[in-house]
């Protein structure tokens, strides 16, 4: 599945595809019109009180991607523009966390990654 991620205050390239923001909440600093977009999925975010007890801490990781895609599982739908795009190209989940490692983009890359084969064959 060709998904990758990166930082929203890298700049946009062509290699990018379908770009997607991945944050409930819109990146400090920035205005919608400086991000070259295709959407802004705050529904595919974690939900502000999961977010808020993970706070980027790394030695929460596993715990924050297991609750999160329990989130994930109990709303498939949230994910549908993503498979649907990827399912066409390149897709980038943009996100505004400055640990690249630990962040929800990545976590719901591995999502989307470990699920694919069943979507796949679902009609998107």
Same mark, same amino acid.
């Given at each position: 599945?060709?998904?990758?991620?990166?930082?929203?205050?890298?700049?946009?390239?062509?290699?990018?595809?379908?770009?997607?923001?991945?944050?409930?909440?819109?990146? *400090? &600093?920035?205005?919608?019109?400086? !991000?070259?977009?295709?959407?802004?999925?705050?529904?595919?975010?974690? %939900?502000? +009180?999961? /977010?808020?007890?993970?706070?980027?801490?790394?030695?929460?990781?596993?715990?924050? *991607? &297991?609750?999160?895609?329990?989130? !994930?599982?109990?709303?498939?739908?949230?994910?549908?523009?993503?498979? %649907?795009? +990827?399912? /066409?190209?390149?897709?980038?989940?943009?996100?505004?966390?400055?640990?690249?490692?630990?962040?929800?983009?990545?976590?719901?890359?591995?999502?989307?990654?470990?699920?694919?084969?069943?979507?796949?064959?679902?009609?998107?």
């Amino acid at each position: 599945m060709p998904i990758r991620t990166k930082r929203v205050y890298e700049l946009a390239a062509a290699e990018d595809g379908v770009r997607f923001l991945v944050d409930r909440l819109w990146p *400090r &600093g920035l205005k919608k019109t400086e !991000l070259c977009l295709d959407g802004w999925l705050r529904d595919a975010a974690p %939900s502000d +009180a999961l /977010r808020r007890w993970f706070a980027h801490e790394p030695d929460k990781w596993r715990e924050f *991607r &297991g609750r999160y895609f329990a989130q !994930l599982d109990a709303h498939p739908e949230v994910t549908l523009p993503i498979l %649907s795009a +990827a399912a /066409r190209g390149r897709v980038t989940l943009v996100f505004g966390a400055s640990d690249v490692d630990h962040n929800n983009a990545v976590a719901l890359r591995d999502y989307l990654e470990a699920r694919y084969a069943e979507t796949a064959r679902l009609p998107i």
